[in-house]
């Protein structure tokens, strides 16, 4: 018992003294972070997709609102690929896989220089039943999940790049 304990302590002062801060802790960086990450404006993103990542990355990056005046500017560019995964007896794909590949760029002020750039990715999976309408929301759904676990992504990276 004594022994987990010494390895337990001395776990944690090495990791206190090799200068590890948690993200989301209390320390002053995260009001750093969270400065930072309220004067970035988010480029509209197209089609139906990018609309749901553009609404999730606004609702993490600046929940107050739009910033007045912006210090970054974040463009994100989507592609989205399905691929069939399971076959049935009858030589018919029954289960497929979306995904969303985003790659995105924090530009300064003027929208020219690139000041961090990064990729996020999320898969998605959905069955196909014999209901074409079970089918269209199953994909929506897939579609609407992998979105956001996208956006979640983006607002990761970012916050940790700032955080430097």
């Keep these: ?8 302590l001395a776990v944690l002062t090495a990791v206190a003294g ?5 993200l989301y802790g209390s320390q002053t960086t995260n009001a750093k972070v969270t400065v930072s990450l309220e004067q970035t404006y988010v480029l509209p993103i197209e089609d139906r997709v990018g609309q ?22 974040l463009s994100v560019t989507l592609r989205e690929q399905k691929q069939g995964l399971a076959i049935d007896t009858t030589d018919s794909t029954n289960r497929y ?15 020219k220089k690139t000041i961090y750039a990064g990729s996020a990715q999320s898969i998605a999976s959905y069955n196909i039943v014999s209901s074409d309408f079970a ?3 199953a994909e929506k759904n897939a579609r609407k999940r992998s979105a ?13 790049f700032l955080s430097r």
């Design 148 to 160: 956001i676990v996208v956006s979640e992504e983006i607002h990761r990276q970012l916050s940790v």
């Design 1 to 8: 018992m004594l022994y987990r304990l010494t390895i337990i």
């Design 97 to 111: 896989n979306l995904t969303i590949f985003a790659k995105y760029k924090l530009l300064d002020t003027t929208g």
């Design 18 to 22: 090799c200068g590890f801060q948690p």
């Design 135 to 137: 089918n269209l929301a």
């Design 52 to 73: 749901i990542v553009r609404n999730q990355l606004l609702d993490k990056i600046s929940p107050k609102g739009l910033p007045s005046r912006a210090t970054y500017q």
